[in-house]
């Protein structure tokens, strides 16, 4: 008869404080998940030679995520007398404020995960992987890339929030996955909270992107998500030649597809409920989750960019639509609402984010908090923000005599001269006064002259394909009534966001 060594105190003391804190059915939850995953690991050599991969961002959900599989986990090590190991990848980026490495921090602590030889825990800057510490420096290359992002698809989209913001940025959170599974031995599972009907949605999503842009998914010889991997790095190939031009360098914004050929994801959507009013003593009991003021915008507890696109919303209505900053903010802020509900975040929470835009003093305060962060994130002055939300240099400058004429009269008087400084090829030199105009250019926009001159013969923001492609089946948008100038008609724009 076999004999199993039992599992650890520390392994043993962590669950049993685990399951206090979990409901009565996520208790049960994690056992049957733990008899599936079991079995799921017989196919990748067995529970104590596999790797299972949680994508952990330190937010609410990714952190009962963690929590739950942390759970799992040492419910296996107890039945099998060793644990699989559990490998948590964070994708560091410039909109995660040092609040977030915090909240990992403390979970990790919380979960036993420090000194723990079977949990790796990994930090993802710009494709460097290294352990996971919440006060390792963020690498400057993440935020000038995310930086140059943003400007770009913000001009190219008038400051359109879900693409300015997210379109690059998921590129590099899917990419971080695919090099933290590479990572090592490579990973055997990856666990996700996506049903599987929502896992095809996304496959069938992807690959008809890729096609679009002229990948045929089927050429690759493998299967499954390492595929599924390779259309998306097509797609961010061609994101990238679309928005920053041929010169770009495509391996910054390709995605890592070199995984286990075995790869696949573990749903646990059946299992447990994500939503957190349903397990709120763990995450801020026993977990010491924080809400912090920046990092916890709308819907995102991980990210401070979403209150970056309400402010946006308020400069755009202010300075492009000539109406007041308040009304942009209140458009958003009811639009951001309703999707928190959508997608049933506890009341207290809407009361919380509802609270704090509410009132012209707190609306105040988080303006300047977000002024704060623009620069301290990304480097963006007023200047920069306002520029992008008049987007004056795309389509051959069609916005660009008015966005002069308000902002800038001084250099209006010399838009003929910006014109052909624009119009001129991307390698022509910059001579005499010229060289005073390009800076001046610079100042207001926070672009260099290539970027400017590639934005000048790009396409209008309406009708960059893939752009649009994207924004098309993204469901974080909806259409809403607003007025394009402060007596103008009433009339419908689409409004997306986070």
Request: aromatic share 8%; hydrophobic share 40%.
């Amino acid at each position: 008869m076999t004999t199993v060594d039992p599992p650890a105190p520390a392994h043993a003391t962590v669950l049993a404080r685990l399951l206090d804190h979990l409901s009565p059915h996520d208790r049960a939850a994690t056992r049957t998940t733990a008899d599936r995953l079991r079995q799921a690991l017989k196919e990748h050599g067995g529970v104590r030679d596999s790797t299972v991969m949680v994508g952990y961002g330190g937010g609410k959900d990714s952190s009962y995520t963690l929590a739950f599989v942390r759970a799992v986990q040492l419910v296996v090590a107890e039945r099998d007398g060793a644990p699989f190991t559990l490998r948590s990848a964070t994708n560091r980026h410039a909109g995660m404020p040092h609040a977030v490495m915090e909240n990992i921090d403390r979970v990790y602590r919380a979960l036993g995960m420090y000194d723990d030889p079977s949990c790796e825990l990994l930090l993802l800057d710009a494709g460097r992987i290294r352990p996971f510490h919440p006060d390792l420096p963020a690498d400057p290359a993440v935020a000038a890339r995310n930086r140059t992002d943003i400007l770009m698809t913000g001009h190219r989209t008038a400051a359109q929030a879900r693409p300015t913001f997210c379109n690059a940025c998921n590129l590099s959170m899917v990419n971080s996955f695919g090099l933290a599974a590479a990572h090592g031995r490579g990973a055997d599972l990856i666990i996700t909270g996506d049903s599987r009907s929502e896992q095809r949605d996304y496959t069938v999503w992807i690959n008809r992107l890729a096609r679009r842009v002229g990948h045929d998914p089927r050429s690759m010889r493998r299967s499954g998500f390492p595929r599924v991997l390779g259309a998306l790095d097509t797609v961010g190939r061609a994101y990238a030649r679309a928005i920053h031009g041929e010169t770009t360098s495509p391996d910054e914004h390709g995605v890592h597809a070199d995984v286990p050929v075995d790869l696949s994801f573990f749903s646990i959507f059946e299992d447990t409920d994500y939503e957190s009013g349903s397990h709120w003593d763990l995450l801020t009991g026993f977990l010491d989750f924080r809400f912090d003021d920046i990092a916890f915008s709308f819907t995102e507890s991980d990210c401070a960019n979403p209150a970056l696109m309400a402010h946006l919303r308020g400069l755009t209505c202010e300075h492009v639509y000539g109406r007041s900053y308040d009304e942009g903010m209140d458009e958003y802020v009811s639009f951001a609402l309703r999707l928190m509900r959508r997608k049933a975040f506890p009341e207290r929470l809407i009361d919380q984010m509802a609270e704090r835009y509410g009132s012209a003093v707190t609306r105040a305060s988080v303006r300047r908090a977000v002024e704060r962060f623009a620069m301290e994130a990304y480097g963006f002055t007023s200047q920069h923000l306002i520029c992008l939300v008049h987007a004056p240099f795309t389509a051959h400058g069609k916005r660009l005599s008015t966005f002069l004429q308000r902002e800038h009269p001084r250099l209006a008087r010399r838009e003929a001269a910006i014109r052909t400084l624009l119009a001129a090829p991307a390698d022509e030199p910059v001579t005499g006064e010229d060289r005073d105009l390009e800076s001046s250019l610079r100042d207001v926009s926070g672009l260099t002259l290539d970027q400017m001159r590639h934005l000048y013969v790009s396409d209008h923001p309406d009708s960059a394909g893939l752009l649009h492609r994207i924004l098309q089946d993204d469901p974080h948008k909806e259409l809403i009534e607003t007025r394009h100038s402060a007596d103008g008609p009433t009339v419908r724009e689409l409004l997306s966001g986070r």
